[in-house]
């Protein structure tokens, strides 16, 4: 994810680089049109490296069983940890660096119609990622995501999000 100039939003850094606005999952709607798309509903970030991700339930996202379709449901999985992720590194994505999905994997346990709640949270401390970017421009991590239906779990996903300094 870069910073996209018809955000038409300005991002400010507070002190210590946590980001004051907008929040990562707004920024994450103006990056990335499909979360509007999907008509997501992407909470306000309040712990650093974790996001909540709503997908609510109507017929344009079922399958045939009249459940999320899987598409939809990874969508707002891969939201949320994107939303995590930003949460964390928002201040380099102002300055260009680069925020990239390198791998997922899905494990499905449950289907179950409802509204999609997907809850992800970075794997590591927020203040060893972000050293490991000061030091070397880079850093890798995992976002595990949990997805459910009424607190009913219905599947983990894991996403590998590589940030990167901008290039030159």
Same mark, same amino acid.
């Given at each position: /994810?870069?910073? =996209?100039?018809?955000?038409?939003?300005a991002?400010?850094?507070?002190?210590?680089?946590? /980001?004051?606005?907008?929040?990562?999952?707004?920024?994450l709607?103006?990056?990335? !049109?499909?979360? @509007?798309?999907?008509?997501?509903?992407?909470?306000?970030v309040?712990?650093?490296?974790?996001?909540?991700?709503?997908l609510?339930?109507? !017929?344009?996202v079922?399958?045939h /069983?009249?459940?999320?379709?899987?598409?939809?449901?990874?969508?707002?999985?891969?939201?949320a940890?994107?939303?995590?992720?930003?949460?964390?590194?928002?201040?380099?994505?102002?300055?260009?660096?680069?925020v990239a999905?390198?791998?997922?994997?899905v494990? =499905?346990?449950?289907?179950?119609?409802?509204?999609?709640?997907?809850?992800?949270?970075?794997?590591?401390?927020?203040?060893?990622?972000?050293?490991?970017? @000061?030091?070397?421009?880079?850093?890798d991590?995992?976002?595990?995501?949990?997805?459910?239906?009424?607190?009913? !779990?219905t599947? @983990? /996903?894991?996403?590998v999000?590589a940030? @990167?300094?901008?290039?030159?």
């Amino acid at each position: /994810m870069r910073p =996209h100039r018809a955000a038409g939003r300005a991002t400010s850094v507070a002190p210590g680089g946590s /980001m004051a606005t907008p929040d990562a999952g707004q920024l994450l709607a103006q990056l990335v !049109p499909f979360v @509007r798309t999907l008509d997501l509903s992407i909470a306000p970030v309040t712990t650093p490296g974790q996001a909540t991700v709503t997908l609510p339930s109507r !017929p344009a996202v079922h399958n045939h /069983m009249g459940t999320a379709h899987a598409g939809a449901a990874y969508t707002a999985a891969e939201s949320a940890s994107g939303a995590a992720a930003l949460s964390l590194f928002a201040d380099v994505v102002a300055k260009g660096a680069y925020v990239a999905l390198k791998s997922s994997s899905v494990t =499905h346990q449950k289907a179950r119609a409802g509204d999609v709640v997907a809850h992800a949270k970075i794997d590591g401390a927020p203040a060893d990622l972000r050293a490991a970017y @000061r030091e070397t421009g880079k850093v890798d991590f995992d976002a595990v995501v949990d997805l459910s239906v009424e607190g009913v !779990p219905t599947a @983990r /996903m894991v996403f590998v999000w590589a940030v @990167r300094k901008p290039r030159t």
